[in-house]
């Protein structure tokens, strides 16, 4: 079966390899993928690899390098083992990606995507969602209601980054936001701060094509460019006795980001981290204690979200198909996908992939 798989640093390859066992264990579930989003930790492997693909055994999973990629997939179930009761074959299933044991210490409290010995399909897995076939665990198969595309049900594991970062900052209806990036999670994230009710949301992003695509994908928020506009400026215009914004998500994992959005959230206020960073970050810890704020940092996103998720995109109130760009053949995943995604320009955010 054709597969896109990670081998090293700027090589991927499109390959033939061996479809899955016919035998499934109990909890197994055999799947045909329909469209995959390359992640962003998918272009760090691929410019930087191997970072958090295996190069030895994973300690979980027990997967190593070439890995088959794609960890933000939808598919339709071919096979079940024994014991799956919850999907059956024909069924339209978003895939919960994250992998980890339910007898340790944050397992056992449900905390499953802090597990240190967490694997993640399509990253630290056997199987990924750019192949024709996969084999993933039961709770890895997330039923979608029938409104739901399959574009919109492979949006579902990026939306949820982006909702557990808008609910660690408790957006609520009324609340005012600061975004600072608005690459695919950023954006994401400013949809999903609409859906929980934020009557202002103001976007820093260097870049014009994004601020474009994001004016498009959520009419009626503030697009600022930090590099010819003071964004402080702009906050105290914009928020009630010019105090700055009740929260403000730092969507980049730049140090500038983070400290832009210290400087606009108000005394009490939250930040969120939301991108990951790379390097360590000097912030104003004096200015942190001074407007007595909250840091909330984020990894991943409880598991138990896809329902809630789905239901909200369901309902239209968190249109995540307005971030796709593009849609390619697994053919071009390099040429059409990874290095386009890489363009300065910033013409894409995301970009789907059918194998």
């Not at 994992?253 to 005394?267: H, K, M, Q, W």
Request: glycine share 8%; charged share 20%.
């Amino acid at each position: 079966m054709r597969a896109v798989r990670f081998h090293a640093a700027r090589d991927i390859r499109v390959e033939d390899v061996a479809p899955p066992p016919d035998a499934l264990g109990a909890d197994d579930v055999l799947i045909e993928p329909f469209c995959t989003g390359i992640c962003g930790t998918d272009l760090h492997e691929y410019v930087a690899g191997p970072i958090v693909t295996p190069v030895a055994p994973h300690v979980f999973t027990g997967a190593t390098n070439p890995q088959i990629l794609g960890h933000e997939f939808s598919a339709r179930v071919k096979k079940v083992g024994a014991a799956v009761r919850h999907v059956t074959p024909g069924d339209r299933i978003s895939i919960q990606p994250l992998l980890f044991p339910r007898d340790d210490y944050y397992g056992k409290r449900g905390l499953y995507h802090l597990s240190p010995k967490m694997g993640c399909v399509g990253l630290s897995w056997a199987w990924g969602g750019m192949a024709e076939q996969a084999v993933i665990k039961d709770y890895n198969a997330q039923p979608i209601p029938d409104a739901l595309t399959d574009e919109q049900a492979a949006m579902i594991e990026p939306a949820a980054v982006a909702m557990y970062g808008v609910d660690r900052g408790g957006v609520q209806a009324g609340s005012t936001v600061l975004i600072s990036g608005v690459g695919p999670i950023g954006a994401l994230t400013v949809l999903a701060a609409k859906a929980a009710g934020a009557a202002l949301i103001i976007v820093a992003e260097p870049n014009p094509n994004r601020r474009r695509m994001i004016a498009e994908i959520a009419p009626g928020v503030v697009t600022v460019d930090p590099r010819s506009q003071d964004l402080q400026e702009v906050v105290r215009d914009l928020t009630e006795e010019g105090v700055g914004v009740d929260v403000a998500l730092e969507c980049v994992g730049l140090e500038a980001s983070l400290n832009a959005c210290s400087n606009a959230v108000r005394r009490q206020g939250r930040v969120v981290q939301v991108g990951l960073h790379v390097k360590r970050a000097s912030i104003d810890a004096m200015q942190w204690a001074l407007k007595d704020l909250t840091l909330e940092a984020t990894w991943c996103y409880p598991v138990q979200v896809w329902p809630r998720i789905a239901r909200l995109i369901a309902s239209g109130a968190f249109p995540v198909e307005k971030v796709i760009t593009a849609r390619i053949d697994a053919a071009d995943v390099v040429a059409k996908g990874f290095e386009a995604l890489l363009d300065p320009a910033g013409n894409h955010l995301k970009i789907l992939v059918r194998t």
